[in-house]
């Protein structure tokens, strides 16, 4: 589903991205882990373009993003992505959140929209909120609007970006627990996360970045719980 082969992105004159090599094969949980300023969110965003590499391919799907002549648009429309920061429009209600990028970007009528937005909303365990505005829900409850927007475009592919790094501790684990049932229903995921709990029982393989580079990989019983580079056991012992 993503292939990255020797992955480079500089800002300026500072390379943040080192040559990046990583597969996601479909069905898969991938968790990225590391340090803040690592490249984590850089690799993300070259997913799907947010930045342009600058050398290497990507392909999501077959479809090469850094191939200038592909339709970046719609790779994109097959691409969920979930941040920190849930970014709902705060003058719509948590339905009409999921409806707008349906009804425009997808052209699905009203009532379509409408019902795959509730149908998603009852996924994310918020058939109750469908009126309520943004800030009439807490972090949680808008982090799963946030994934049910995505969910609502029926994308191939979710990016989450450490999801629930802005929530308080006690609502971290309704969003975790959406994120884990995605995941048992095969949905492929790439996710930056500092949960290690969540990457060790979720994840099929682990990945370690420390200074734009891949360190260690492998799968979690290996990464997390018996990392083999002195860098991924500095940082495990920092964060656990
Ligand atoms: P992480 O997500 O692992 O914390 P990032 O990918 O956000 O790391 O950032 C990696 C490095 O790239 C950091 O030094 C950051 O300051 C730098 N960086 C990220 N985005 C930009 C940008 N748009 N312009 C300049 N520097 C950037
Ligand atoms: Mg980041």
């Given at each position: 589903?993503?292939?990255i ?7 300026g004159?500072?390379e ?46 077959g ?24 970014n709902?429009?705060?003058h ?37 909120k ?21 969910l609502?475009?029926?994308p ?20 975790l ?9 095969g ?54």
């Amino acid at each position: 589903m993503i292939r990255i082969r020797g992955l480079h992105k500089s800002f300026g004159g500072l390379e943040v991205l080192k040559g990046i090599d990583l597969a996601v094969e479909r069905g898969q949980v991938v968790c990225v882990i590391g340090p803040s300023g690592s490249g984590k969110s850089t690799l993300l965003r070259c997913v799907n373009l947010l930045e342009e590499p600058t050398s290497g391919s990507v392909t999501v799907g077959g479809a090469e993003v850094t191939d200038p002549d592909v339709d970046i648009d719609r790779v994109r429309r097959r691409i969920g992505m979930v941040f920190q920061a849930f970014n709902l429009f705060p003058h719509l209600t948590a339905l009409e959140n999921l409806t707008i990028a349906q009804r425009r970007v997808l052209r699905r009528d009203k009532a379509e929209a409408v019902r795959i937005g509730r149908d998603t909303l009852r996924r994310v365990g918020l058939t109750d909120k469908e009126t309520a505005y943004p800030a009439q829900l807490s972090g949680g409850q808008q982090q799963r609007v946030a994934i049910a927007r995505a969910l609502a475009m029926d994308p191939d592919l979710m990016l989450f970006d450490e999801p629930t790094s802005a929530l308080d501790p006690e609502l971290v684990g309704d969003v975790l627990a959406v994120m884990r049932a995605l995941a048992d229903e095969g949905m492929t995921m790439l996710v930056v996360t500092h949960e290690m709990s969540f990457a060790r029982e979720v994840a099929d393989r682990v990945v370690f970045m420390d200074d734009g580079v891949i360190v260690e990989e492998g799968g979690p019983e290996q990464v997390v719980a018996a990392p083999r580079h002195p860098r991924t056991r500095a940082f495990l012992t920092r964060v656990l």
